[in-house]
């Protein structure tokens, strides 16, 4: 059985290399450690198909070391002690470890007095953030380099030269790519080159061939490309990237973006994620400056768990809309943060004793809730009375914003109370 065309048209030299030319350019890292035939073990980190199995490829071929791959998470001890039994024999060898924020301790253990020896050279390769997901004595021993999706341009340069290339590609074939089809292909695989390269090899040959040709539409295209790319499954670190630009998105106020990561996470089917989120997002960055923001979100989130996917993403969308165009403020953050941060660093303090518990027998004697005065029985509802500790007296953590009619109704009524405070010394 054929390799699929992505395997085949693996890079053989760094010349080859499609992208990450901050890698792998003219006087860049990585060309210069190989002119200088000074390898060290480093992990590569970024989306699928961007190159990072490209790049462990393009090493090998271009020092002529021997090139063993392996599945830091399906393949077993014994399999790293057979490279390290070629290694050994032949002398250094070049081991691409896919996976490789899942390498347990054992397989760890294993490898590292290898690393240490320069008997092998590891190449990891993971989509995770490995500052994050891997181990930290593999981390210090590696060159931690990140890869990104490759460009329109980039994706295109590889296309071109399968097309052309008789051995290993498609040069045999009698292709046409219609433009808008070059187009499509290019980015809806949001950089990913084996999506692309492999939806190229299906569309090729599922196409009959006429007058002399095998013609790729666009709509032909669109069939052999079922599933778009998209980084930031459920449990990854894209995922959290996601997340996190969707609700710096709706806090920016940019409603294009926060549809666009709201659309992502929709593809991605992580509804529970949207949902806690927009709640956060309700209180946390809309907060005072329009309460009623909050209980709109939260009749949305109970009406897209209704729903489910993919009618839930219609109220969903109301929200992020709702959410993004709402005036923000995060005053009541703020200010239990601050009240958090001072009983953390020891400023408690005391309860007054008119404010504790009375309402068991003995209290009194104690002198616990004598003096309290009860507010509603003074004209306006407020006496003049001490609330907080001895030690955190003139304290203020509510800072009021000026961002809306709710807000200002709020600092008002907070100056009256400071004004009546002053004037009652």
Avoid at 18 to 32: A, E, M, N, S
Avoid at 241 to 257: C, L, M, T
Avoid at 378 to 400: C, E, I, M, R, S
Wanted: one cysteine or more.
């Amino acid at each position: 059985m054929q390799q699929p065309l992505a395997y085949r048209m693996r890079p053989r030299n760094l010349d080859e290399v499609v992208g990450q030319q901050h890698l792998v350019g003219p006087d860049q890292i990585i060309r210069r450690m190989v002119v200088a035939k000074r390898l060290s073990s480093m992990i590569l980190y970024g989306p699928p198909g961007t190159g990072k199995t490209s790049i462990a490829s393009a090493i090998a071929g271009t020092t002529k070391y021997a090139f063993r791959m392996l599945n830091a998470a399906t393949d077993t001890k014994k399999d790293l002690q057979i490279v390290a039994e070629e290694a050994k024999m032949s002398g250094t060898v070049i081991l691409l470890l896919d996976e490789i924020h899942r390498l347990d301790k054992t397989k760890q253990d294993f490898l590292l007095p290898l690393l240490e020896s320069g008997s092998i050279v590891l190449v990891g390769a993971t989509t995770e953030n490995p500052y994050m997901s891997i181990l930290p004595a593999i981390r210090s021993r590696s060159q931690i380099f990140q890869v990104f999706p490759l460009t329109p341009d980039d994706i295109s340069a590889a296309i071109d030269r399968a097309l052309a290339d008789k051995e290993r590609g498609l040069g045999s074939y009698p292709v046409r790519l219609d433009e808008d089809a070059r187009a499509f292909l290019t980015t809806a695989t949001n950089g990913d080159l084996r999506s692309a390269l492999n939806a190229l090899e299906l569309a090729t040959l599922s196409t009959p061939e006429t007058d002399d040709e095998i013609h790729l539409t666009l709509a032909v295209m669109h069939e052999s490309l079922q599933q778009r790319a998209i980084a930031g499954d459920a449990d990854g670190d894209a995922h959290y990237d996601i997340i996190s630009a969707f609700q710096k998105s709706i806090r920016g106020s940019d409603v294009d973006a926060a549809l666009h990561y709201l659309a992502r996470l929709i593809t991605i089917g992580d509804l529970p994620s949207i949902l806690r989120r927009l709640l956060v997002i309700a209180y946390e960055d809309v907060g005072l400056a329009n309460p009623q923001t909050a209980s709109r979100t939260l009749t949305a989130i109970q009406s897209a768990e209704r729903l489910g996917l993919p009618e839930g993403r219609i109220p969903l969308a109301n929200a992020v809309i709702d959410l993004c165009l709402a005036p923000k403020s995060n005053s009541a953050m703020s200010a239990i943060d601050a009240a958090l941060a001072d009983i953390q660093a020891g400023h408690a303090g005391s309860i007054p004793d008119d404010l504790r518990d009375a309402h068991y027998k003995g209290a009194a004697a104690l002198g616990h809730g004598v003096g309290y005065q009860l507010p509603h029985n003074f004209p306006g509802g407020w006496v003049k009375q001490q609330y907080l500790p001895d030690t955190l007296v003139g304290h203020h953590y509510y800072a009021p914003k000026n961002t809306g009619k709710y807000e200002q109704a709020l600092a008002a009524q907070l100056t009256r109370l400071h004004d009546l405070e002053k004037r009652s010394k």
